[in-house]
């Protein structure tokens, strides 16, 4: 992949801006693997991949509850995604809105930290949840590291 993007990145760099824009709209309806599900697929990478990027630059964002419910929803069962391995044992409570999931020791956060925690990125958002589910959560992560970044 990383190859891939190298040998696109210069003629990607000489478009402008705005054409660069349109082009990224104009591809925008999920389609192949990335459209399956229902475009969650591409909700959750998009969702999951903006915050590898704008977390660690400081760069805050809100993003909309109903795609945070949907990617929550969906990521506890994708087996693309592996939340459901990953939050086993665990009921998940979102504190910045109306969603829970899950049976067994409580692990409460912001609905972002949630999702970020069931896709294996458990060390971004360690500051951002509690509770008594969590050390377990944690383990399941930590387990599963070779995991954490899918790709349809």
């Given at each position: 992949?990383d ?13 402008e ?15 192949g ?15 999951i ?7 660690p ?42 969603w ?6 409580e ?11 069931m ?9 951002e949840?509690?509770?008594d ?20």
């Amino acid at each position: 992949m990383d190859r891939l993007n190298a040998r696109a990145l210069p003629a990607y760099d000489a478009i402008e801006h705005t054409a660069l824009v349109d082009l990224m709209r104009r591809d925008a309806e999920p389609a192949g693997a990335a459209g399956l599900y229902g475009g969650r697929v591409a909700l959750i990478e998009c969702l999951i991949h903006q915050q590898d990027i704008r977390r660690p630059l400081g760069i805050h964002r809100t993003i909309p509850d109903e795609a945070i419910v949907v990617s929550l929803d969906y990521a506890r069962i994708s087996p693309v995604i592996g939340g459901a391995r990953r939050t086993l044992g665990v009921r998940l409570v979102a504190t910045d809105m109306d969603w829970s999931a899950g049976s067994g020791p409580e692990v409460h956060g912001p609905g972002e930290a949630l999702l970020l925690a069931m896709t294996g990125r458990i060390t971004a958002v360690r500051d951002e949840l509690g509770g008594d589910g969590l050390a377990r959560l944690r383990r399941a992560c930590r387990e599963g590291e070779d995991s954490a970044e899918f790709s349809p």
